[in-house]
C-alpha cells in the first residue's frame, strides 16, 4: 500500500530528483501542514522502494530533514515528523486606521432592527418571569429544531440548548465531557480559538490535514482508529480558513468510525449557511451517527454583536449540560433570544443576504488578487474567507510586513497546531467591497517588500484574536 507521504509528494514528481530536492519536498508539506507533527513516516527502506531510488538516497534525505530539525529518528526504529521551532506569533496593531483582516465577519443584517422591535412585546411578556433560562426559551429551541428539521435532521426542542455563542457552547461541551491528558483530532488548520479551549482543558492534539479541496479522509480514519481519541473538532461545512465541505458518503464513514472507537464528535456548524454558489447541500454530520455533538450560532449569518448560540445533542447529554451550566452562567440573555426567533422566521431572506455580501466580498478578494504577481483565488464556494498559497513559507514574514502597512494579518500558523502552514494565508471574504480593494492594495505592498526583501526581522509577539 502507498504511504502517505509518496501520496503526497507524487512519484512522478520526484523521479530523478536528488536527495535535496527531495528533502525539500517533504520540508514544504510539513511546513504546509500536510505532513502533521508527529506523523510517522516510512523507514529509509519502504521510502526507496516505493520510490524506486537507492537506500543511500532516502537515508540522505532523511538526513537532511534531521538536521534542519523536520524529522527525528530513532536508530531502529521509527522517523516521524518534527518542527525546528515555533513560528513568530503576531499580534494587534494599535492604529485606528489598520484594516483588521483577523476577523471574518459581516456587520449586522438589514433585518435586525426590525426584528428588534418585533421582539419587544415578546420580551414584555417575560418580565413576570425569573429571567432566568438555562436552557433556552421553549420558542427559540423550536426555531433551531425547525432548522435542523429542514436540513434533514428530524429534531425536537428538548435536544437543543442556547448558548451565549457557539465559542460559549464549546467550552460548555469540553467542561461537561471533557477530561485532561485525553487526545482529541483536530483539523489542521481550524479556528485557534477552538484549538486554545481544548489545550485549556488538558487535551493533546492529534492534527489531521484540510486544504481548499478538502479533508484526507484516510488520515482522519486512520488516526481515529490508531489514536481512539476522546473526542474530534471538526467544522464540516464552509471549514474555517479553507472553505471545504466535507461530502455526505465521508460524513457517514467518519461519524461510523468515530462510533466504533469511542470518539465524541463535535462539530461546529457556525459557517453552515454561509452558501454562494456551492451548487448542493450536504446533511448535517449529526444525522449519520448519535455521539454527534453540534455547537452553531447567529453571529455569522445576523450579528456578532448578538451572542446567541446552541448545542443539538440527545437527550442525556443535555441533560448533563444542563447539571454543568450553573457553575459558571445562569442562562442566555432574554432580549437576543427574543431577537432571534424574529431573525430564524426569516432564514431565506437572511441567507440570500449574506450570499449576496459574500459574493460581493469574494469578487473583491479576486480582483484585488490579480494585482498581486504569483498569488490568485483559489476556488471559494462560500464561508469566510479564502486560503491563498503563497508558494512559498513565507507568511509570517508577508504578516509582519503587512503590519507597517496599517493591515491586521495573522499568518497561516496561526491556524494550526504547531507553527506550520508557513505557505498558507486567511484573506477574509466579508468586508465591504471597497474596504477590501483597500487592504488588498495594502497587501500588495506588503508582498512586495517580502519579495525584495525588505521586510521587518521577525519578533516575538503576543497572540491576537482571530474571528
Not at 320 to 349: D, H, K, N, W, Y
Request: charged fraction near 20%; glycine fraction near 8%; charge should be neutral.
Amino acid at each position: 500500500m502507498t504511504s502517505r507521504l509518496v501520496q503526497q509528494l507524487g512519484a512522478q514528481n520526484v523521479a530523478g530528483g536528488t536527495a535535496k530536492a527531495l528533502a525539500e519536498q517533504i520540508r514544504a508539506l510539513i511546513l504546509d501542514g500536510r505532513l502533521t507533527v508527529g506523523e510517522r513516516l516510512p523507514s529509509e527502506r519502504a521510502l526507496a522502494l516505493e520510490l524506486r531510488r537507492s537506500r543511500s538516497t532516502t537515508t540522505r534525505v532523511y538526513g537532511l530533514l534531521e538536521v534542519d530539525g523536520y524529522v527525528s529518528r530513532r536508530h531502529g526504529g521509527s522517523t516521524r515528523v518534527t518542527l525546528p521551532h515555533t513560528a513568530a506569533r503576531v499580534g494587534p496593531v494599535a492604529d485606528a486606521s489598520a484594516i483588521d483582516l483577523s476577523i471574518a465577519s459581516m456587520d449586522s443584517t438589514p433585518g435586525l432592527y426590525d426584528a428588534t422591535v418585533r421582539s419587544l412585546p415578546r420580551l414584555a411578556a417575560l418580565r413576570g418571569t425569573s429571567g432566568y433560562s438555562l436552557q433556552g426559551l421553549p420558542e427559540l429551541r423550536d426555531a433551531v429544531a425547525e432548522r435542523f428539521t429542514q436540513r434533514g435532521l428530524p429534531t425536537d426542542a428538548d435536544e437543543i440548548m442556547i448558548t451565549s455563542g457557539a465559542l460559549h457552547a464549546f467550552n460548555l461541551v469540553l467542561a461537561t465531557i471533557g477530561r485532561r491528558g485525553e487526545r482529541a483530532l483536530v483539523e489542521q488548520p481550524t479556528f485557534p480559538h477552538a484549538l486554545e479551549a481544548l489545550h485549556r482543558h488538558g487535551y493533546r492534539l492529534v492534527p489531521t490535514p484540510v486544504d481548499v479541496t478538502g479533508w484526507d479522509e484516510r488520515h482522519i480514519a486512520d488516526t481515529l482508529l490508531r489514536s481512539r481519541p476522546h473526542l474530534a473538532y471538526l467544522i464540516p461545512d464552509f471549514h474555517n480558513p479553507t472553505g471545504a465541505t466535507l461530502p455526505d458518503t465521508a460524513r457517514s464513514r467518519i461519524a461510523a468510525t468515530a462510533q466504533s472507537v469511542g470518539t465524541h464528535l463535535v462539530v461546529d456548524e457556525t459557517t453552515a449557511e454561509l452558501d454562494i454558489d456551492r451548487g448542493w447541500t450536504p446533511r448535517p454530520l449529526a444525522a449519520f451517527g448519535p455521539r454527534v455533538i453540534t455547537v452553531g450560532s447567529m453571529s455569522k449569518i445576523a450579528w456578532g454583536g448578538m451572542r446567541i448560540g446552541w448545542i443539538r445533542a440527545d437527550r442525556a447529554m443535555i441533560t448533563r449540560l444542563l447539571a454543568v451550566r450553573p457553575s459558571f452562567e445562569l442562562g442566555t440573555a432574554l432580549l437576543e433570544q427574543c431577537i432571534a426567533v424574529e431573525l430564524l422566521r426569516e432564514m431565506p431572506a437572511l441567507t440570500a443576504h449574506v450570499a449576496s455580501r459574500l459574493h460581493a466580498g469574494r469578487d473583491a478578494v479576486a480582483a484585488g488578487l490579480e494585482s498581486i504577481e504569483s498569488l490568485s483565488m483559489p476556488q471559494t464556494n462560500g464561508g469566510l474567507s479564502a486560503w491563498l498559497d503563497l508558494g512559498a513559507p513565507v507568511s509570517t514574514e508577508l504578516s509582519l510586513a503587512a503590519r507597517d502597512h496599517g493591515l491586521i494579518l495573522p499568518p497561516g500558523p496561526r491556524f494550526s497546531t504547531g507553527g506550520v502552514l508557513e505557505r498558507r494565508l486567511r484573506i477574509p471574504i466579508t468586508l465591504p467591497p471597497e474596504r477590501t480593494a483597500e487592504a488588498m492594495q495594502r497587501l500588495r505592498l506588503a508582498w512586495d517588500d517580502v519579495m525584495s526583501g525588505g521586510t521587518t526581522a521577525r519578533t516575538d509577539m503576543a497572540r491576537s484574536a482571530v474571528i
